[in-house]
Nanobody, 115 residues
């Protein structure tokens, strides 16, 4: 059974940083590209960034230059380093396969950017 466990969220001031982690159970991590997604209140879930098995990455425009996605295939873990956080980055962050979300979503991790 595939499960995603996200962690690392929290409350941070604008301009601050957080590092999110996603641990993936089940034998899929080495098979698929993985992505970070987020959902703010009242909005649809949206893609943030994706990382392919070999490490190549893809970012949406609103996080380019601020966020860095990476993966450790030996640990079945994906990361999202978020710098220069903005108020509009506040959301619940989720991980799943990329670009198609093939599995049920985990609980996500809440990121709140507030002064």
């Amino acid at each position: 059974q595939v499960q995603f466990v996200e962690s690392g969220g929290g409350l941070v001031q604008p301009g601050g940083s957080l590092r999110l982690s996603c641990v993936v159970s089940g034998s899929i991590f080495s098979v698929y590209a993985m992505g970070w997604y987020r959902q703010a209140p009242g909005k649809q879930r949206e893609l943030v960034a994706g990382v392919y098995r070999g490490g190549s990455t893809n970012y949406v425009n609103f996080v380019k230059g601020r966020f860095t996605i990476s993966r450790d295939n030996a640990k079945n873990t994906m990361y999202l380093q978020m710098n220069s956080l903005k108020l509009e980055d506040s959301a619940v962050y989720y991980c799943n396969t990329y670009p198609t979300q093939r599995y049920s979503w985990g609980q996500g991790t809440q990121v709140t950017v507030s002064s």
